[in-house]
């Protein structure tokens, strides 16, 4: 959203100050344009497993009580402590 703004309004002010006063790195606006706007490697993997963890909260009735959920190699498992 505030690199959005930045680059709406990059003719209009210098991206160094509206950096500093959106509280953002200049090298994450930088990063961002030169992705093409994609989403970073790292937002991408965090979306994915976001979207297992809802998965497997939902498999689980909207109840998770005890019943942790924990990140292994094959995906989510559920298991008790």
């Known amino acids: 959203m505030k690199y959005a703004f930045i680059h709406q309004h990059r003719q209009a002010?210098?991206?160094?100050?509206?950096?500093?006063?959106?509280?953002?790195?200049?090298?994450?606006?930088?990063a961002l344009r030169q992705r093409g706007?994609?989403?970073s490697p790292r937002r991408r993997q965090q979306a994915i497993t976001d979207q297992r963890v809802a998965e497997a909260f939902e498999h689980g009735k909207g109840r998770q009580g005890k019943r942790m959920k924990n990140r292994s190699t094959t995906?989510?498992?559920?298991?008790?402590?």
């Open 13 to 30: 002010f210098s991206t160094q100050r509206m950096c500093a006063v959106l509280g953002v790195a200049r090298s994450g606006y930088y």
């Open 37 to 39: 706007g994609k989403p």
């Open 75 to 81: 995906g989510f498992v559920a298991f008790y402590q």
